[in-house]
């Protein structure tokens, strides 16, 4: 069935740093594909999305490219800052099962 | 962008006690609402679909007698859990789609807190 795969973590970085987190999926066809962020007791953001290949996703200097030929979509920042400090979801919406289908969510800690 | 809101945000109740968690789209009709539940630093859980004026679908392993779920209206749609038990104790959140089918974008609620004593 499908699936998602993210990095595991967490992942901590000092302020400024470049951030890299991991996300590859295996689906049927071409489902749309989604970074979603949580803060602590908040529920889920839609952070960006990208529907179709070689898509950029892009919303408060976070990025996502749709790879096909990898099944990837990394979520990448340039410079982290403490604010970023959440869980980031990577998520696909299955056309098969017409659900949004998760990762496991991956813990992001900046420090000053 | 899409609001979706939810009440209450935090709930304690009794063990065998009923709780009831709305969950409202504020700026556009949802045809389509999703029930997910979360155990902490876990990933969200699938619980159910609910179509509006339709029974709602569950996943496998959801009861649908325990947490049962009414879409009345293109804005509302309510999670009852019934005679609650501790291991209940979870956040559930919801989330709705504004176009019927397709794949869009899905907005989520701010999630309930519930808590069986």
């Known amino acids: 069935g499908d699936s998602v795969t993210q990095m595991e973590g967490p992942v901590t970085l000092s302020e400024e740093a470049f951030l890299t987190i991991n996300c590859t999926y295996t689906a049927t066809g071409y489902p749309s594909l989604f970074w979603y962020v949580q803060y602590p007791g908040e529920g889920l953001q839609l952070l960006l999305k990208a529907t179709k290949a070689d898509d950029k996703g892009s919303n408060k200097g976070f990025e996502a490219t749709y790879r096909k030929e990898t099944t990837s979509f990394h979520l990448e920042k340039g410079s982290v800052q403490v604010s970023d400090s959440a869980v980031y979801f990577c998520a696909l919406f299955s056309g098969g099962y017409n659900k949004l289908i998760f990762g496991a969510g991956t813990r992001l800690a900046v420090h000053p | 962008g899409a609001v979706v809101s939810q009440h209450p945000s935090r709930v304690i109740c009794k063990s065998g006690t009923s709780v009831k968690i709305e969950c409202r789209s504020l700026?556009?009709?949802?045809?389509?609402m999703f029930w997910y539940r979360q155990f902490p630093k876990q990933s969200l859980m699938l619980m159910a679909t609910?179509?509006?004026?339709?029974?709602?679908?569950?996943e496998q392993g959801v009861e649908k007698d325990k947490f049962l779920i009414n879409h009345a209206s293109l804005t509302l749609s309510t999670l009852t859990v019934t005679s609650a038990h501790p291991e209940d104790s979870s956040f559930y959140i919801c989330?709705?789609?504004?176009?019927?089918?397709?794949?869009?974008?899905?907005?989520f609620g701010p999630g309930t807190r519930l808590t069986v004593l």
């Open positions: 609910s179509n509006e004026g339709s029974k709602a679908t569950y």
């Open positions: 989330s709705a789609r504004d176009i019927p089918g397709g794949t869009d974008t899905q907005y």
């Open positions: 700026d556009f009709q949802a045809t389509t």
